[in-house]
């Protein structure tokens, strides 16, 4: 690399470079780290070491051979990793780059008064790091003033800057303050836990910083039985995470249909076998897309006693989200049953023999889906909402209503909107659920609404169901970590990307110039997913506390993020409407509030529609922007595919929309003559991070939805589905939904097309730092 060629530099030449004060603890990047010794300089050689060159680690980060910015534009900014010539090469950059003419370019772009570059701009004009560097490059202009200036810079030394990578990995404050901060000193019980940083996120909170929060936190239980309130203290949590984890192994009371062992094993003929497979339960797991269960889950073989001393239950292995039952006394009944929501939100990423923590996970569901019209691995839990509690329940008593389906007071005429599991790691670190935000996290209400369904057909039974448990599963879900990268991560590479992640405004690229801009923060990838290196954490120009790490809660409006449109558009009307009125959305609080236990024929005649005098639930479905809410980005490896309803299928293609294919399928695998995707980390993609898949051509004219070219509307509206008179469905077959159809409806892959802007160095640099989180 050149280093003297003597004409300007662009501004992407000096990528990064004015990263270089490394410690970003809010723009004086030498305050930080606590008081320092006084300290008298005898030369500048003595000054630069004590006072910038601690920070120059950031700095060669990037600026070395192979680094993101070493490019043909950047060529006269160069460092070393040896770093002992730090200083003479700083200066041989500074001689490269015209000197100070009159102030030198490395001081006007690292303070944001010249052109913008991917390292942001940690050096305000009043800080530490830029009155050091403008005092080095002083002694390199004017050797003769160089000790006077030293002197009036001052004594003492810069701290060492807070290391770039690093990742709490998700899960809850709760759960990582209560086990301490290294996971293994847990605090007593009867500790008092702090609040958790997410019910600060009001409106106005964080405001002009470099992370954007329009996802606002609402608190939903204060009226609730005590059982229904989250946890004051260590012990208290405890006993709620478990709680909720029992709850979600041993499953809900009486949930889902139950069928007897033998029925449990005869599923082979549905699927069009001429025999039962050897290994049902293995394929079984295949077709379905269930995922192996963590925990003893039996069920007992025909002529099998599950009950008889050594059998402990049965010799078959049923999968995660099913359970066979037990009767009053603990005995095993062979009647088996889907156990809760487990059920479709856990899936397999790699093997238990892959390595630790892969196998089963939380919130990546592979399986089939209940309808032959879904694409394998996607849901319409909306839908399904909609037509179990809006249509055929009552809205504050949820009891059942006479007939079963009441369109008369509930339009629900739009199509569905698809969507891929999100993953249960990331809970913790959400101000607001779903892909919308459109529910406040506090709301623990929904999380039980399929789990209560058969609970009792009694719709007080089932509310003091859902107060009395769901906080106790919420509290399991937050408390989960996401799953480790399971190769070598090259982090010199992923050290360069956490700085492009956290400072690179994508929005000063030429290519981004007319397109909509996000309505905060600093135009990178962490001022919508959040900040998680330490660097950055702990720089108020980021985040007003360290606490707010890895938390996400900004809501992209459509025209900026520019995903398919149709779920942030079909909860935006009559659904938000009934919803925020409805018992969901914790209307007790309100003066007009009528107990459903208490209320007259005529009352209950009265509030049934959409009138103005319904009264108002504390947690409504109306997060102040219509859009997709970014999602924190923990183990974002393991959960692809990617967007709301999981249509790309690696990282790589999300930041470079040139990638994504139209019509594609993850590896397959056959056992038995069944097929079914291949979870294996042999069908993984290291180097692109997703699913290896095959890209496929579309068929013209062909009668199945999933490989036709133009398909047509096979999707029901939920009135269609009702009346049974749904439009003309395909023939698709479970191999043939497995395809990712992107023409199909609510199934575009568009959008997020501001990371195009990206050098290929670049997107390799973010995707190695998103492999450490």
Not at 551 to 579: C, E, H, M, Y
Not at 663 to 690: C, N, P, Q
Request: aromatic share 10%; hydrophobic share 30%.
């Amino acid at each position: 690399m050149n280093i003297g060629i003597p004409r300007l530099l662009p501004w992407l030449g000096l990528s990064l470079l004015t990263a270089c004060s490394g410690n970003y603890d809010g723009g004086t990047a030498n305050n930080g780290g606590g008081p320092t010794e006084p300290t008298e300089f005898a030369n500048v050689d003595e000054f630069y070491k004590a006072r910038v060159e601690p920070t120059m680690s950031y700095c060669v980060s990037c600026h070395v051979s192979g680094g993101v910015a070493d490019t043909p534009e950047g060529e006269r900014m160069h460092l070393s990793t040896d770093r002992s010539q730090d200083m003479a090469l700083l200066r041989a950059s500074w001689e490269a780059m015209d000197r100070n003419n009159p102030v030198s370019r490395i001081l006007l772009m690292s303070s944001g008064q010249a052109d913008p570059h991917s390292g942001g701009s940690p050096w305000p004009q009043s800080s530490n790091a830029y009155r050091d560097m403008r005092v080095v490059l002083s002694c390199f202009e004017n050797p003769d003033q160089c000790m006077q200036r030293i002197a009036e810079a001052g004594g003492g030394v810069t701290p060492a800057p807070q290391p770039l990578l690093g990742s709490n990995h998700g899960s809850s404050f709760s759960e990582r303050y209560c086990e301490g901060p290294n996971g293994d000193a847990p605090r007593p019980d009867a500790t008092v836990l702090p609040t958790d940083p997410r019910k600060l996120i009001k409106a106005g909170y964080n405001s002009g910083k470099a992370v954007f929060f329009n996802a606002y936190w609402e608190d939903c239980r204060a009226d609730l039985p005590v059982e229904a309130q989250e946890a004051k203290t260590c012990g208290e949590y405890r006993a709620k995470r478990d709680a909720g984890w029992h709850l979600m192994s041993e499953g809900f009371a009486s949930y889902g249909p139950v069928r007897t062992a033998a029925q449990w094993r005869e599923q082979w003929r549905d699927w069009g076998l001429t025999a039962e497979p050897a290994n049902f339960d293995e394929v079984l797991r295949l077709r379905t897309g269930r995922a192996r269960a963590t925990y003893h889950n039996p069920y007992p073989l025909p002529g099998e006693d599950p009950n008889a001393p050594g059998v402990n239950g049965g010799s078959g292995e049923l999968p995660f989200g099913f359970r066979q039952r037990k009767d009053a006394a603990g005995n095993w009944t062979g009647m088996i049953g889907t156990t809760n929501c487990a059920s479709c939100h856990v899936g397999e990423v790699g093997t238990d023999a892959d390595g630790e923590g892969l196998g089963t996970m939380y919130g990546v569901g592979n399986s089939i889906g209940y309808s032959n019209t879904l694409q394998r691995g996607q849901s319409d839990a909306v839908t399904g909402f909609e037509i179990l509690q809006f249509v055929s329940y009552d809205w504050d008593s949820i009891d059942s209503v006479a007939g079963f389906l009441d369109f008369s007071k509930y339009p629900a005429n739009h199509m569905p909107s698809l969507q891929d599991t999100p993953s249960w790691w990331n809970t913790g670190s959400r101000a607001r659920k779903f892909f919308d935000g459109g529910v406040a996290m506090d709301s623990v209400r929904i999380d039980l609404a399929a789990a209560s369904s058969n609970s009792s057909p009694l719709g007080r039974e089932r509310r003091a169901y859902i107060d009395r448990h769901g906080a106790a599963t919420q509290t399991w879900v937050e408390s989960l970590k996401s799953p480790a990268y399971p190769q070598e991560i090259d982090t010199a590479l992923a050290e360069q990307g956490a700085i492009l992640f956290h400072a690179k405004n994508l929005w000063l690229e030429q290519g981004n110039a007319s397109r909509p801009r996000p309505p905060g923060g600093n135009g990178s990838c962490a001022s919508c997913h959040g900040a998680y290196s330490p660097q950055f954490v702990n720089d108020p120009e980021f985040l007003v506390s360290p606490d707010l790490a890895g938390i996400a809660a900004s809501i992209s409006p459509k025209s900026v993020i520019g995903t398919d449109t149709n779920r942030a558009d079909q909860l935006a009307g009559v659904f938000a409407d009934v919803w925020e009125t409805s018992w969901w959305s914790y209307p007790e609080t309100s003066p007009a509030y009528i107990d459903p236990n208490t209320k007259t024929p005529e009352q209950e005649r009265a509030d049934d529609t959409l009138a103005a005098s319904r009264p108002m639930g504390v947690c409504g479905w109306r997060p102040g922007t219509i859009g997709y809410l970014a999602p924190p980005l923990h183990g974002v490896w393991a959960s692809a595919p990617y967007f709301h309803n999981g249509t790309v299928p690696t990282v790589e293609a999300v930041l470079d929309s040139s990638k994504r294919p139209d019509y594609w399928r993850r590896k397959v695998k056959a056992e038995g003559g069944i097929s079914g995707f291949d979870t294996s980390l042999d069908a993984y993609d290291f180097e692109h991070m997703g699913w290896k898949h095959d890209v496929l051509a579309c068929i013209q004219d062909s009668p199945d939805n999933f490989t036709a070219c133009v398909p047509y509307r096979e999707e029901p509206t939920i009135a269609e589905t009702a009346s049974r008179t749904p439009p003309l469905r395909g023939p698709s077959t479970p191999d043939t939904r497995m395809i990712v159809n992107t023409k199909r409806h609510a199934n575009g892959n568009g959008g997020h097309e501001f990371s195009d802007v990206l050098t290929e160095q670049e997107r390799r640099a973010i995707i190695e730092y998103l492999k450490t989180l």
